[in-house]
């Protein structure tokens, strides 16, 4: 499969989505093979999909190097509202486990990992739709960590992508960025695996 063609005067949040359209796209049909609108069960395993991934990179939220860089960082850390969104459906949050290795490699990695980060916070407003609709949950119970930012997950975003646009780095340290990008969307893609097994396995008769 060839490469993508990655257009060198695009802001580099685009230049970011088309490097990692292709590992991106494979983990949103993957989650969708597992139906988590099929039911409250269902929806709880991707919950735990998403605490595993928010609990890795909680620090980075905390982290004084990056805040100076992506101004109001700590604020769009969503860990707690996860966990409440789990609690909600009668879950706790799932076990601790060994931060991913390839997290920790330095600050433009980190960046990578927060750009995904904030991706799946717009694209939650769509997940958001469907579990409301489908499952009866709504920002106060059950799906609160995908309600949205009240200005506006659209607008969020922008100021997110704004900041990272305006970061001074040479080729190096971008192509770092989109590395740690690459590495979480492999990390999250791994928790689904495990959390989330396809309807079609799960249907399967057995042997």
């Known amino acids: ?13 685009q230049r970011l989505k088309t490097a990692t359209h292709q590992t991106h796209d494979a983990l949103d049909k993957r989650i969708m093979a597992a139906d988590i609108f099929a039911s409250r069960e269902h929806f709880a395993g991707f919950l735990r999909v998403q605490y595993r991934f928010h609990r ?4 980075l939220y905390a ?3 990056l805040a100076a860089l992506l101004p109001a960082l700590a604020e769009r850390a969503r860990l707690l509202k996860i966990a409440n969104d789990l609690s909600d459906l009668g879950h706790g949050v799932p076990e ?9 490699q330095g600050i433009w990695h980190s960046l990578g990992w927060l750009y995904v980060a904030e991706g799946s916070n717009l694209g939650g407003t769509v997940l958001f739709k469907m579990a409301r609709d489908q499952l009866g949950l709504h920002r106060g119970f059950g799906a609160g960590h995908l309600a949205g930012h ?10 997110f992508t704004q900041a990272l646009d305006s970061i001074v780095m040479d080729d ?6 989109i590395d740690g990008a690459c590495q ?10 495990q959390e989330l097994p396809r309807v079609a396995d799960t249907q399967a008769s057995p042997a």
């Open 1 to 13: 499969m060839n490469a993508p063609i990655v257009c060198l005067n695009a802001p580099r949040s």
């Open 56 to 59: 890795d990179i909680e620090h």
């Open 63 to 65: 982290d004084a190097a």
């Open 96 to 104: 601790p486990g060994a931060p991913p290795a390839t997290l920790g």
């Open 150 to 159: 009240p200005e506006g997950a659209a607008r969020h975003w922008r100021q």
């Open 172 to 177: 190096l340290q971008e192509q770092q960025v």
């Open 184 to 193: 979480a969307f492999v990390t999250v893609r791994g928790y689904v695996e």
